[in-house]
């Protein structure tokens, strides 16, 4: 199993460009999340999905677009690019919790993205 | 609303101590779930630990166990015998009760650092 899967692994973008995040996981997870992190201020929350079709909002979901139409796939879409976006953005997907255990996410690699 | 708080940003600890990274919660909720994350200087995101708001026992892998203080909202992790290998970002996360298990929050971390 390939696990999580994002690409781009870094990318450049210059103020107002548009591009999407791509996401997948192939464990058959409900849940899916972004996140992005930046120095000091840990993991903050994009959006998430409770399963295809289903989206909501996390913690700062400003200038992104997220959609769920299969259960691998979670792209992350950046309508117009802000420096205030450059940061490290993470995927992660999830079985719901079962019994006593949660293994919580598996998360991707991360992307690495500067907007100049 | 949920809030993790981790208050060391940086620790320092001599090679085969163990140390404990604090970390405090805030929840409405009787049900919820507490992780930590280790993040290499490889970027990636380590699951280590679960408890879970009903659990009784503290909750052990390995070298990592979880000290939790409900009344004090408390989950501190602790790593005993460290070895080099645990230089790090860890990170505290919660989820709220089963029906937003996909959401997940995180504190700011602790950059831990150990020494030969």
């Known amino acids: 199993n390939a696990g999580v899967t994002q690409t781009p692994k870094f990318q450049v973008l210059k103020t107002g460009q548009s591009m999407t995040l791509q996401c997948a996981q192939d464990m058959n997870h409900e849940y899916m999340s972004w996140y992005r992190q930046d120095p000091g201020m840990g993991l903050r929350l994009i959006h998430y999905?409770?399963?295809?079709?289903?989206?909501d909002q996390g913690e700062v979901p400003n200038g992104y677009n997220v959609s769920r139409s299969t259960t691998e796939d979670f792209p992350l879409r950046l309508l117009s690019a802000a420096p205030s976006q450059t940061s490290v953005y993470f995927c992660a997907s999830k079985t719901p919790r079962t019994g006593v255990s949660d293994y919580g996410y598996t998360f991707g690699s991360g992307t690495r993205l500067t907007v100049v | 609303a949920q809030k993790i708080t981790q208050t060391q940003p940086g620790m320092f600890v001599q090679e085969k101590e163990a140390v404990t990274l604090d970390c405090t919660y805030d929840?409405?909720?009787?049900?919820?779930?507490l992780f930590w994350y280790k993040q290499p200087s490889s970027g990636e995101m380590i699951f280590l630990i679960y408890?879970?708001?009903?659990?009784?026992q503290n909750a052990t892998e390995g070298r990592y166990s979880l000290n939790f203080q409900k009344a004090r909202k408390s989950a501190n992790l602790v790593i005993s015998a460290s070895q080099l290998g645990d230089s790090a970002m860890y990170f505290c996360a919660m989820r709220e009760a089963y029906s937003s298990a996909s959401k997940i929050i995180f504190g700011s971390g602790t950059r831990l650092s150990i020494r030969p």
């Open positions: 929840t409405s909720d009787q049900s919820y779930g």
């Open positions: 408890q879970g708001s009903y659990d009784e």
């Open positions: 999905s409770v399963g295809a079709g289903i989206t």
